[in-house]
């Protein structure tokens, strides 16, 4: 946010620069929601519950994450992330060692139905 902050030419009331330090203070002066916050409003989740929710291990959700099958979002300076939920997306874990299968990603139509 500092960086984003300072590139678009904001400064304090100092005329100073953002840094980390100084983003987390206006965010607690005016009670502003924490990245971390805005992306569980948006149903991210952590790790562990996406190993909860999928029924893998907590590394192939990194995995997954990496090879671009699962959406992530960084938040604590890039160095945490959540991750966003699949509706309408199933993955099935494929198999390592030598005949290696890649998950297989299949998407479920959506019905529009109507209430009578």
């Not at 309408?88 to 529009?112: D, H």
Request: charge should be positive.
């Amino acid at each position: 946010a500092a960086e984003q902050l300072n590139k678009l030419g904001h400064r304090n009331w100092k005329g100073e620069e953002f840094t980390g330090k100084r983003v987390s203070f206006v965010r607690r002066t005016y009670q502003l929601k924490s990245r971390y916050a805005r992306l569980r409003e948006r149903g991210f989740i952590n790790a562990t519950e996406m190993s909860l929710h999928l029924g893998i291990a907590q590394t192939t959700v990194y995995e997954w994450a990496r090879d671009g099958l699962l959406q992530r979002e960084a938040w604590a300076g890039g160095k945490k992330c959540l991750f966003a939920t699949l509706p309408g997306i199933i993955i099935k874990k494929g198999c390592g060692g030598r005949g290696a299968k890649p998950p297989e990603v299949t998407i479920v139509p959506s019905s529009e139905q109507e209430i009578v």
